[in-house]
């Protein structure tokens, strides 16, 4: 019987050099046993009971809608790239095969434009980042600009570079170009914009409106199947009175929940998202209510009032929910949690202490980000009576 292949040909000349990827020479069939494994492994040092892990793929390259390129301009030509492997030295790049097409089309027209027109490339010098995000066809595509706070400009400078860009790729519906410390990151200020201020992304039946900057799944081919695994169960809608969806972003999962809870309360941190969340909620469900907070202030109001949810969702950031946020949770005793987790170390930590309480019945390993080391996991935990 012949053995299947482990090894592969990476489909990108930088892989190797990029700090991107790390499994591009690995058959995809063997990158899903390895995350595998590592997560029953850290699930298994946490002494966590866990169910056999269901594992969901799709097609592991093409895959990104959104990605942040650095700039520099070397030998007096501008380039656009990421960090070498291991380094924060700049890598300039000529492709990036996990990437939809149109994103590096755009960074390409970006770089073209400034060869011919002084607006684009002032914008262009200004800049040391460009973060590109597309729609679910690849029809539409919105771009910011990371630029120094102190960049000053002539009226009508960003709207002409903007539409010099546009003449070379007609998708751009959109761009801005924000303050970014180089040491702290983006200051909240936006220095100049021209366009729409974001697009529609369809997601199964469900379109969503995401203003430039919010947060949303970045795996186009995967977030349909990630919302069904989050909001259904034995293949039935989730039903009941009152669900939490914490980290909710721009509601990828209230908006599915809410059309089968009597009430969602939706809570998300980032005034952008937030925002977009409040708008999409109202139109959808009047009884609804998005809340722009911190999961952990929310916790903290919610185990004093008497409202007791039938399901609590979370998708947190890589640092997980936490020891205190998941004791609140104990102490809430919600029917059915849906933990949506993007590290398995933190994810594993937060089963511990859960699960004096929660018996957890399902595990699925959903592999958004191909060719990466990083994995996905929904866990789904259902109150032990």
Same mark, same amino acid.
């Given at each position: 019987m012949t053995k299947p292949l482990t090894t592969a040909i990476p489909r990108c000349p930088h892989f190797g050099l990029c700090g991107g990827c790390q499994y591009q020479d690995l058959a995809y069939a063997e990158q899903l046993r390895i995350k595998q494994a590592r997560l029953e492994d850290l699930l298994r040092q946490a002494s966590v009971e866990a169910p056999p892990i269901t594992v969901h793929s799709a097609e592991p390259y093409t895959y990104r809608n959104r990605i942040r390129l650095r700039l520099e301009r070397i030998d007096g030509v501008h380039r656009f790239g990421y960090n070498?492997?291991?380094?924060?030295? $700049?890598?300039?790049?000529?492709?990036?095969?996990?990437?939809?097409?149109?994103?590096?089309?755009?960074?390409?027209?970006?770089?073209?434009? #400034?060869?011919?027109?002084? *607006?684009?490339? $002032?914008?262009? /010098?200004?800049?040391?980042?460009?973060?590109?995000?597309?729609?679910?066809?690849?029809?539409?595509?919105?771009? &910011?600009?990371?630029?120094?706070?102190?960049? @000053?400009?002539?009226?009508?400078?960003?709207?002409?570079?903007?539409?010099?860009?546009?003449?070379?790729?007609?998708?751009?519906?959109?761009?801005? #170009?924000?303050?970014? *410390?180089? @040491? &702290?990151?983006?200051?909240?200020?936006?220095?100049?914009?021209?366009?729409?201020?974001?697009? &529609?992304?369809? %997601?199964?039946?469900? =379109?969503?409106?995401?203003?430039?900057?919010?947060?949303?799944?970045?795996?186009? $081919?995967?977030?349909?199947?990630?919302? /069904?695994?989050?909001?259904?169960h034995d293949g039935q809608p989730r039903t009941g009175a009152l669900?939490? *969806?914490?980290?909710?972003?721009?509601?990828?999962?209230?908006?599915?929940?809410?059309?089968?809870?009597?009430?969602?309360?939706? %809570?998300? =941190? /980032?005034?952008?998202? #937030?925002?977009?969340?409040?708008?999409?909620?109202?139109?959808? =469900?009047?009884?609804?209510?998005?809340?722009?907070?911190?999961?952990?202030?929310?916790?903290?109001?919610?185990?004093?009032d008497r409202d007791r949810p039938d399901l609590i969702v979370l998708d947190p950031p890589r640092a997980g929910a936490g020891l205190e946020a998941c004791e609140l949770l104990n102490r809430l005793a919600p029917a059915a949690i849906v933990y949506v987790s993007c590290d398995p170390t933190t994810l594993a930590r937060d089963l511990t202490a859960l699960q004096p309480h929660y018996h957890l019945t399902h595990l699925h390993l959903i592999d958004l980000f191909p060719q990466t080391s990083h994995i996905e996991t929904i866990a789904i935990l259902n109150r032990i009576p």
């Open positions: 070498r492997a291991n380094t924060t030295d $700049f890598l300039p790049i000529a492709v990036c095969p996990i990437s939809a097409p149109i994103l590096v089309q755009t960074a390409e027209a970006l770089l073209t434009a #400034a060869t011919t027109d002084r *607006d684009a490339e $002032f914008w262009l /010098n200004a800049a040391a980042e460009v973060e590109l995000f597309c729609d679910h066809d690849l029809a539409r595509v919105q771009m &910011t600009l990371h630029g120094a706070p102190r960049t @000053r400009a002539q009226p009508g400078s960003f709207a002409r570079a903007f539409a010099a860009i546009q003449s070379l790729i007609p998708q751009l519906a959109g761009a801005s #170009a924000i303050a970014a *410390d180089p @040491r &702290t990151g983006p200051t909240g200020r936006t220095l100049d914009a021209a366009g729409a201020t974001g697009l &529609t992304y369809r %997601v199964g039946a469900e =379109s969503y409106w995401i203003t430039r900057g919010s947060f949303f799944q970045v795996n186009r $081919f995967l977030i349909e199947a990630l919302v /069904n695994l989050v909001c259904t669900a939490w *969806d914490l980290y909710a972003g721009v509601g990828l999962f209230s908006r599915v929940l809410a059309r089968n809870f009597t009430r969602i309360t939706a %809570v998300e =941190s /980032n005034p952008t998202a #937030a925002a977009d969340l409040k708008a999409s909620l109202a139109k959808l =469900s009047p009884t609804s209510t998005a809340i722009e907070a911190t999961t952990l202030d929310f916790l903290h109001r919610a185990v004093l």
